[in-house]
């Protein structure tokens, strides 16, 4: 494992300012999910936005990736392409997944959306995977080992009859788009490196409704679907490690106050 950044004062206001444009992008967005809409107009759309904001959009052209974000629905669980012919439908469930990058500095951040009426199922999914993230957002505080995010993301999520995908992880980000650590999602209690103050990184498991396994599409060599075709449901915030605990600086929504 290469070494964790410790990021300076100056790195850390750029990428809160960062993470918190990718948060409102993702607010913004919002107003345009409706049954019918392509996820490709949503992602021209997410593009148009950053742009304006004087930022780019980190994903496009990210090894080859074609477009401005990631739109994941139902069954793919990330990394999914949005596409004109990908068009979002009523009971439809899908993540949208944006990393912007503003002055230099990166910011992530995802989460769930969901098209009129939705399954009991998939109801009581993002609710899990909603709560999960938070679960994970409280063992952030200085001397806390990485391990005890995992740990407690995973417990939950097994008691809810779900499974926590263990082939993606978050990661430190900031001023690259991916950085030590490697956030694992189902961990040992008390496992990994210890947080310190300044570190930044990102917490987004993706729970499954069914088996936690994944296929990548063998076409365009990114889309990554539950190996059963169950549901799959993810949030994602960008998390700063303080010197009492954590701020959590893609919330543009005020959920978190800062310990």
């Given amino acids: 494992m290469g070494e964790i950044i410790i990021k300076t004062p100056e790195q850390i206001e750029g990428i809160r300012k960062s993470s918190r444009l990718a948060a409102q992008t993702l607010d913004y967005i919002a107003e ?19 742009l304006a904001h004087g930022a780019v959009p980190a994903t496009k052209g990210y090894n080859g990736f074609p477009a401005s974000c990631c739109i994941s629905p139902n069954e793919i669980v990330c990394h999914g392409i949005p596409s004109e012919k990908s068009i979002l439908k009523e009971g439809d469930i899908f993540n949208i997944d944006v990393t912007t990058i503003l002055n230099g500095f990166y910011g992530d951040t995802s989460r769930m959306y969901s098209i009129g009426e939705i399954s009991p199922m998939a109801k009581n999914l993002i609710a899990a995977s909603s709560h999960c993230l938070n679960l994970g957002i409280q063992q ?22 779900f499974s926590v995908v263990y082939e993606y992880c978050g990661h430190g980000v900031g001023i690259s788009f991916h950085e030590e650590p490697q956030v694992d999602h189902s961990a040992r209690r008390n496992s990994g490196p210890v947080m310190r103050p300044g570190m930044i990184f990102t917490i987004e498991p993706m729970i499954n409704q069914g088996r936690p396994s994944t296929v990548v599409d063998k076409k365009d060599g990114w ?9 799959s449901a ?26």
Avoid: M
Avoid at 44 to 50: A, D, M, S, V
Avoid at 140 to 161: D, E, H, L
Avoid at 223 to 231: E, M, P, V
């Fill in 32 to 50: 345009f999910v409706t049954p019918g809409v392509s996820s490709g107009f949503l992602d021209k759309k997410i593009e148009e936005f950053i």
């Fill in 140 to 161: 952030v505080k200085p001397g806390n080992y990485f391990g005890n995010i995992g740990y407690v993301i995973s417990r939950y999520a097994r008691s809810r009859g």
């Fill in 223 to 231: 889309t990554a679907r539950t190996s059963d075709r169950k549901l």
């Fill in 234 to 259: 993810q949030f994602e915030h960008t998390v700063l490690v303080t010197p009492t605990g954590f701020e959590v600086l893609s919330d543009s929504r005020g959920e978190y106050p800062v310990t």
